[in-house]
């Protein structure tokens, strides 16, 4: 759990943070080819926010005392099977009824494969990041990534 200015003020379990929507620290990583698409991915249905949902970056929980990047590293590599350079484009908060956070958004230029090993991604596609906001209408998606990676979308194009 943390603070407004993400300083840590207790250690918490994942599920007391979740019960009791605590602040918490979060990253996304946005992840674009070279065509300026984004891949988009849908959440596995025992997903424990937002199950089901299509999600426009990948990420997650930051551990207690991981650094920024090393969270977004580590949550790429589980999620999508990459190991590809990330460029930091900010930060900020978002909060519903659903979450309480603080996120770091990134984005990684790629233009293979990607594995959903850990079972987190049950369907992807890719969407020109020019034709975004026409997907996100005709898509149930996680408000948390929209608003934050949304901030960003201009720096998203190649």
Request: with cysteine.
């Amino acid at each position: 759990m943390v603070d407004v200015d993400g300083t840590v003020i207790e250690i918490v379990t994942r599920a007391r943070m979740r019960s009791e929507r605590l602040r918490h620290r979060c990253t996304y990583i946005a992840v674009v080819d070279s065509e300026g698409r984004l891949v988009v991915h849908q959440r596995a249905p025992w997903k424990d926010v937002w199950p089901s949902r299509w999600d426009v970056a990948f990420g997650g929980v930051a551990g207690v005392g991981e650094a920024w990047d090393d969270a977004a590293v580590r949550e790429l590599a589980e999620e999508a099977g990459l190991d590809a350079p990330l460029t930091h484009l900010g930060e900020g908060s978002f909060e519903d009824d659903d979450v309480s956070l603080i996120g770091h958004v990134y984005v990684a230029r790629h233009d293979g494969p990607i594995e959903f090993a850990d079972g987190e991604v049950v369907a992807v596609d890719r969407v020109a990041v020019s034709d975004l906001d026409e997907w996100l209408a005709g898509h149930e998606t996680t408000p948390d990534s929209v608003a934050l990676v949304g901030r960003f979308v201009k720096d998203l194009l190649p």
